[in-house]
């Protein structure tokens, strides 16, 4: 049974003539009487009767019965005929830490949702060494993290960096250069850290470190500024969507932390599928890295 078989068959269906069905489909009236023939040879049973020499037909009660199994089977046909022609959906994972997410990246995972490319995305939030594990085992496909860490299988490529600014509440006292010797760790809100911040931080407090707060996401963090005196040492792109949720104060560092660099991690050993859509993802993600809403959040 093929296509012009079925789509012949529901012509004549419709016409009930054989000449007005020729006509339709633009063939001869025997190539028709052909096509319904060898229908009926492969399935097995007689779907019209017409008197001979007659151009008007009936169904049999087969031929009642197939209509719909017909209309259905046209259908299933050129649903998939559109499929092929169609580019696959591509699926892309891709994990960062919470504050990237939310503080960078967020536009760049709108817009790639929302534009028609092809690519159905999912986004998570782990920690750096998790994002490391999920490349390693190939769970994910892409990671955006602050840590370069060594595993066999992943490649780290630097995207970015940013300095560190000091946040504090709106009425708080401290300057716009504040020097790490005036601010109190006992006021102080310890966010997560990259490796090189924590041995600047035990430099400066390293008789303190049983008096500071600490949160570990970028939520957490929000609720915090309300309280005069108390401070962080954040990463400006976090300063910069705390000035425009929450007004806080930022002041720069006079004697300034290590610099937040941030890493785009992927398998060495890429699958071959997935090869398209994390080019996409790439050059979506260069794109977005020279806009003002990037920039601007990263200055």
Excluded at 131 to 149: K, P
Excluded at 230 to 254: D, G, N, Q, T, Y
Excluded at 283 to 291: G, N, Q, R
Aim: hydrophobic share 40%; glycine share 2%.
């Amino acid at each position: 049974m093929n296509l012009e078989q079925v789509e012949t068959f529901l012509v004549i269906t419709q016409t009930k003539n054989l000449s007005i069905a020729a006509k339709n489909l633009f063939i001869s009236q025997s190539a028709v009487s052909h096509r319904i023939r060898n229908l009926e040879e492969k399935l097995g049973c007689k779907l019209l009767i017409r008197a001979r020499g007659e151009k008007l037909v009936s169904l049999t009660l087969k031929g009642e019965e197939f209509i719909e199994i017909a209309t259905r089977w046209k259908n299933l046909w050129n649903e998939t005929k559109l499929w092929t022609l169609q580019e696959s959906k591509m699926n892309l994972k891709v994990a960062s830490i919470d504050s990237l997410n939310t503080c960078v990246f967020s536009r760049l995972y709108k817009d790639l949702i929302n534009s028609n490319n092809a690519i159905s995305l999912n986004v998570s939030s782990h920690w750096s060494k998790t994002i490391y594990d999920l490349i390693e085992s190939h769970d994910i496909d892409i990671g955006l993290t602050l840590n370069s860490l060594k595993y066999p299988n992943a490649i780290a490529k630097p995207l970015f960096k940013s300095r560190g600014v000091v946040i504090s509440s709106k009425s708080s006292k401290y300057p716009e250069i504040v020097h790490p010797n005036d601010l109190k760790t006992s006021n102080e809100i310890l966010f997560s850290y990259i490796p090189e911040y924590e041995i600047w931080h035990n430099f400066w407090w390293e008789y303190d470190q049983n008096e500071y707060s600490s949160v570990d996401t970028v939520s957490l963090l929000f609720t915090m500024f309300d309280l005069e005196e108390k401070w962080a040492i954040v990463p400006i792109w976090i300063a910069r969507v705390f000035e425009k949720i929450h007004p806080v104060k930022i002041s720069e560092l006079s004697v300034s932390p290590p610099e937040y660099s941030c890493y785009q991690v992927s398998n060495r050993n890429l699958i071959p599928s997935k090869l398209k859509a994390i080019k996409k993802f790439s050059v979506a993600l260069e794109d977005y890295m020279k806009t003002d809403v990037f920039l601007n959040s990263i200055k």
